[in-house]
């Protein structure tokens, strides 16, 4: 997948749960809170499989940026999580 199409689908899913699976093989989960052309910024929820930490919570900051070029998958993590 470009980098391109990686953008444009973290737009898609921007206020959404997604997991996003990276070269590394690590798996991030948690809520998209906003996109740039060179990052994607996620809040980890640890009712996902995130990390859950506390300075994340609600309304507070916005999460850690994951580079898009390091990204090799993203779906929605209602998809995984029923």
């Given at each position: 997948?470009?980098?391109?199409d990686l953008y444009n689908q973290c737009c898609r899913y921007h206020g959404q ?66």
């Amino acid at each position: 997948m470009s980098r391109f199409d990686l953008y444009n689908q973290c737009c898609r899913y921007h206020g959404q749960r997604v997991r996003i699976t990276c070269r590394g093989g690590r798996v991030y989960t948690g809520e998209i809170t906003r996109v740039s052309r060179n990052k994607v910024w996620i809040r980890p929820d640890a009712g996902f499989g995130g990390y859950g930490y506390g300075f994340f919570g609600e309304g507070f900051g916005a999460g850690f940026g994951i580079a898009l070029g390091a990204i090799t998958g993203i779906a929605l993590a209602s998809v995984f999580f029923w």
